[in-house]
């Protein structure tokens, strides 16, 4: 029995060092903040590329950032789905009445037989684009970007020896429901792995012209479902670094219900499972340290019982340390982020106390979205069904044009997702 919570307790004492290391390092990246500022001079001509597939509740929202950047030289290229798709009409509508002249709306045409269709679409919009242009971005239909949002993204490719720069995703939600905590509580333990482990965020992504006129960039995105974990082995192939914009964090305030964010977490997950070195070591430690903590609790009872309050009192410290390292770490990079947010005037709310609830029970949803993810081969993304027995194997089973959703719940439309 003492060996089983000395072993459980020295995998939690890991556990929570690891996250005090990650968290430090997330912190270093956001205090860099002042010397990254610095770099006003950089602004290289770019193409902005958003691909659509519905009509996203923020659409409106992106578009008005995107269109507004105070950046002196870029361009945008908004490619939709299908002719039908909603979205066109929504897009056609807004520059009739806030025309851009750098704006150009297409529809995709590139065939998506063994890739993602966002892949598809990204893959499309870079061939076209013209030979004056330096460094080509995209970001997803639920991003707001703020005024310098493109200035933020680029800034780290000023250093030749970065070809791939990536913006980071926080959740900062206003509803307190299961669903929305669950998502945030994950996703602010996860940033701290992706910030360490250079796992990219496809919502905001700026490319140098090495990478993105290398074909074998192009070769590899047209065989992945993703656009954004596998960047990491790009960016080694090309012998270039791939670097996180602090300043281009990204805030989603949307809800979601619980069954939703589940779903949202084990796509994650998959997706790093395809495309990630390290995901054993991710899943590993998410299985042990769960493992731990149930083992922990249940002999800290027994310790309790039997009277043993010394050993009861050092398995709850354990405890207390393994979850007050991980909160603690994710309130330090919170309160960074929240400076940063607010000093662009944005709004950002905080649930700290329900947050650390939400982290308590985490070890245990990751480990069922990660038994979810491993089995995984058939993916339902916006109507798109896709067969994906490996990582290079992509199959789609079905498609048909993105319909817009009968009314229904509105948390679960914001995320319209499934595994």
Same mark, same amino acid.
């Given at each position: 029995?003492?060996?089983?919570?000395?072993?459980?307790?020295?995998?939690?004492?890991?556990?929570?060092?690891?996250?005090?290391?990650?968290?430090?390092?997330?912190?270093?990246?956001?205090?860099?903040?002042?010397?990254?500022?610095?770099?006003?001079?950089?602004?290289?001509?770019?193409?902005?590329?958003?691909?659509?597939?519905?009509?996203?509740?923020?659409?409106?929202?992106?578009?008005?950032?995107?269109?507004?950047?105070?950046?002196?030289?870029?361009?945008?290229?908004?490619?939709?789905?299908?002719?039908?798709?909603?979205?066109?009409?929504?897009?056609?509508?807004?520059?009739?009445?806030?025309?851009?002249?750098?704006?150009?709306?297409?529809?995709?045409?590139?065939?998506?037989?063994?890739?993602?269709?966002?892949?598809?679409?990204?893959?499309?919009?870079?061939?076209?684009?013209?030979?004056?242009?330096?460094?080509?971005?995209?970001?997803?239909?639920?991003?707001?970007?703020?005024?310098?949002?493109?200035?933020?993204?680029?800034?780290?490719?000023?250093?030749?020896?970065?070809?791939?720069? *990536?913006?980071? &995703?926080?959740?900062?939600? +206003?509803?307190? %429901? /299961?669903?929305?905590?669950?998502? =945030?509580? #994950?996703?602010? $333990?996860?940033?701290?792995?992706?910030?360490?482990?250079?796992?990219?965020?496809?919502?905001?992504?700026?490319?140098?012209?090495?990478?993105?006129?290398?074909?074998?960039?192009?070769?590899?995105?047209?065989?992945?479902?993703?656009?954004?974990?596998?960047?990491?082995?790009?960016?080694?192939?090309?012998?270039?670094?791939?670097?996180?914009?602090?300043?281009?964090?990204?805030?989603?305030?949307?809800?979601?219900?619980?069954? *939703?964010?589940? &779903?949202?977490?084990?796509? +994650?997950?998959? %997706? /790093?499972?395809?495309?990630?070195? =390290?995901? #054993?070591?991710? $899943?590993?430690?998410?299985?042990?340290?769960?493992?731990?903590?149930?083992?922990?609790?249940?002999?800290?009872?027994?310790?309790?019982?039997?009277?043993?309050?010394?050993?009861?009192?050092?398995?709850?410290?354990?405890?207390?340390?393994?979850?007050?390292?991980?909160?603690?770490?994710?309130?330090?990079?919170?309160?960074?982020?929240?400076?940063?947010?607010?000093?662009?005037?944005?709004?950002?709310?905080?649930?700290?106390?329900?947050?650390?609830?939400?982290?308590?029970?985490?070890?245990?949803?990751?480990?069922?979205?990660?038994?979810?993810?491993?089995?995984?081969?058939?993916?339902?993304?916006?109507?798109?069904?896709?067969?994906?027995?490996?990582?290079?194997?992509?199959?789609?089973?079905?498609?048909?044009?993105?319909?817009?959703?009968?009314?229904?719940?509105?948390?679960?439309?914001?995320?319209?997702?499934?595994?």
């Amino acid at each position: 029995m003492y060996q089983l919570a000395t072993v459980s307790s020295l995998c939690l004492i890991v556990f929570g060092a690891l996250y005090l290391y990650w968290g430090s390092r997330a912190a270093r990246l956001y205090r860099s903040i002042r010397d990254q500022r610095a770099d006003e001079d950089y602004t290289p001509v770019a193409t902005v590329i958003l691909p659509l597939r519905g009509n996203d509740p923020f659409l409106v929202h992106c578009l008005d950032g995107l269109l507004n950047q105070d950046y002196p030289d870029y361009r945008v290229k908004i490619v939709v789905d299908h002719v039908s798709d909603p979205a066109l009409g929504f897009v056609r509508q807004y520059l009739r009445k806030y025309p851009h002249p750098n704006c150009e709306v297409s529809i995709r045409h590139q065939q998506a037989f063994n890739c993602g269709l966002k892949n598809a679409t990204l893959i499309q919009a870079i061939q076209s684009v013209s030979a004056d242009v330096e460094v080509v971005a995209w970001l997803d239909a639920d991003v707001l970007p703020h005024r310098r949002w493109l200035r933020d993204l680029v800034a780290p490719l000023r250093d030749a020896e970065v070809g791939i720069a *990536s913006g980071i &995703r926080w959740y900062a939600p +206003q509803s307190t %429901n /299961a669903g929305t905590l669950v998502r =945030h509580a #994950w996703n602010a $333990a996860a940033v701290l792995q992706m910030l360490s482990l250079d796992i990219a965020w496809g919502g905001s992504i700026a490319l140098s012209r090495s990478v993105f006129q290398d074909p074998r960039f192009s070769n590899t995105l047209c065989k992945m479902m993703w656009d954004d974990t596998g960047l990491k082995s790009i960016a080694d192939q090309l012998n270039q670094k791939l670097v996180f914009s602090p300043t281009a964090t990204m805030i989603n305030a949307e809800s979601i219900a619980l069954d *939703s964010s589940l &779903r949202f977490i084990t796509r +994650q997950m998959v %997706n /790093a499972r395809f495309y990630h070195s =390290h995901f #054993w070591f991710i $899943a590993t430690l998410g299985f042990v340290s769960a493992l731990a903590q149930t083992v922990l609790v249940g002999l800290g009872l027994l310790f309790l019982y039997q009277g043993q309050q010394l050993a009861a009192g050092l398995v709850m410290g354990v405890l207390a340390f393994a979850g007050g390292s991980v909160a603690f770490s994710i309130y330090r990079v919170g309160s960074h982020i929240e400076q940063l947010v607010r000093s662009r005037g944005g709004e950002f709310r905080r649930h700290p106390l329900k947050t650390v609830g939400y982290l308590w029970l985490m070890p245990y949803l990751f480990c069922g979205c990660l038994i979810a993810a491993i089995r995984t081969r058939t993916i339902n993304w916006r109507g798109v069904i896709y067969y994906v027995p490996a990582p290079f194997e992509i199959y789609i089973n079905h498609y048909e044009p993105f319909q817009k959703p009968a009314p229904m719940s509105v948390r679960a439309e914001l995320e319209n997702v499934s595994i």
